[in-house]
């Protein structure tokens, strides 16, 4: 059953679609950080005293001075997830000055760290849409398996860890202080990333296929908002075979 469901989100996932979904999910209501953990280097569980995440207006803003995250009470598998974000404009050390960096990381499992294992929908100025395995996590792209580094985005050009960077070959972020679409398809083993509706990534065999979703911290101020997730329907094998 779990293949069929991965063969027919794949191949809608390749034609630019999304399966069907249950009824959503907001994980992040727009007033309060209920529902989540905060977890910060050198710190206990959501001891936050400099504020490092706070909601407001409808947005989770993550300062960026402390490495850290915020992190969902529970676990998920088999979803569509998406949100937006946009930069802010502060960057601390040891990142000031440096590309901003942040990242929607899934699949979590164990201890509370920086960072857990797990597979990062990486978001950097330049970058965004590169898939980075953590701590042991591991995925197949094009047909190359790896359980640690970065699976750079489709058609990513030069990059440079500089503030405000920009892709030669063609951005798919918008420009700074704009806000961007992020959208996560976690099918069975299979994960597949969207960048503003177009598809920048793609992977199999991902280990693990479960766990809960963190947003960083990461030396940038960033601005999240719209976190929804919708579970996946399971489709019945007849339903596959016609498609």
Not at 133 to 138: D, F, T
Not at 167 to 182: A, T
Not at 236 to 242: G, Q, T
């Amino acid at each position: 059953m779990k293949f069929l469901l991965f063969l027919f989100c794949a191949g809608l996932a390749a034609a630019g679609q999304i399966p069907p979904t249950s009824k959503p999910i907001h994980l992040f209501n727009g007033k309060t950080l209920d529902g989540f953990d905060v977890y910060l280097d050198k710190r206990q569980l959501n001891e936050d005293p400099n504020r490092v995440f706070t909601a407001r207006d409808g947005m989770i803003r993550a300062s960026g001075a402390e490495y850290g995250y915020l992190i969902t009470r529970g676990e998920y598998d088999n979803y569509y997830l998406k949100l937006e974000f946009k930069w802010g404009t502060e960057t601390h050390a040891p990142r000031a000055g440096n590309a901003r960096d942040s990242g929607v990381l899934f699949h979590v499992a164990g201890p509370d760290k920086v960072w857990p294992k797990s597979i990062e929908f990486q978001m950097i100025e330049g970058g965004t849409g590169d898939i980075i395995l953590v701590g042991g996590a591991s995925l197949t792209v094009k047909g190359q398996t790896r359980d640690r580094g970065r699976f750079d985005r489709f058609g990513k050009g030069a990059w440079k860890d500089t503030v405000g960077y920009r892709d030669p070959n063609g951005d798919v972020e918008k420009p700074h202080g704009q806000w961007n679409k992020l959208e996560l398809l976690a099918a069975g083993d299979s994960v597949h990333y969207w960048v503003n509706g177009k598809l920048v990534n793609e992977g199999t065999g991902a280990s693990p296929t479960r766990g809960k979703i963190l947003l960083q911290s990461e030396g940038a101020e960033v601005f999240f908002r719209k976190i929804e997730l919708r579970p996946l329907k399971q489709a019945a094998p007849r339903e596959v075979s016609r498609r």
